[in-house]
C-alpha cells in the first residue's frame, strides 16, 4: 500500500513515453469585434452594427484542414448594453438613496447599516426596474440590423 501511488505514476509514465504517437491535430478558433460597416449578397444590403463579433474557427489534421467556419454574432450586443443599463440604474439609485438619508431635513445626517442596506435594496430594485423595462421595449419593437 506504500508503493501504490508510486507503482501507478510509474506505470502512467511509462504508457505516455511508450504510447505510438498519432498524427498531429490541430485547431483553432478567435473572435474580434468589429466596428458597423454593410456587406451586400445576392443584391440584398446587410449591415453589421459595432460590437458585434467575427468568429473563425478551423480544425485540420496534420497539414490538411479538415472544417472551416466564420461567421458574424450579434446576439450578445444587447445582453451587453442591458447589462452596463442595469449597473449605472443600480449605481444611481444607491447613491440618491444614500444623499437622501445624508442630507434629506428631518433625519439623523448619519449613514448606518440601516441605511446603507435601503440603499442597496433602492439600488436592486432599480437596476431590475431598468432591465425590465429594456427587455419590454426590445420585445415591442423589430430588430434593429
Known sequence: MKYARFTTALA???TLVLA????????AIGSTPV???EYSVGGVTMKVPTGCMFTHAIRGSGRKIT???AGVDCAF?????RRQA???AFIVGLVVSLA?????PGLPHVIDWGA???SLAVGGLARWGCQSWITRTAKQRPERM
Open 12 to 14: 502512467a509514465a511509462g
Open 20 to 27: 505510438t504517437p498519432t498524427g498531429a491535430h490541430a485547431g
Open 35 to 37: 466596428r458597423t460597416f
Open 67 to 69: 472544417y472551416q467556419n
Open 77 to 81: 450586443v444587447g445582453a451587453r448594453r
Open 86 to 88: 442595469g449597473i449605472a
Open 100 to 104: 437622501f438619508f445624508a442630507f434629506f
Open 116 to 118: 446603507i442596506l435601503v
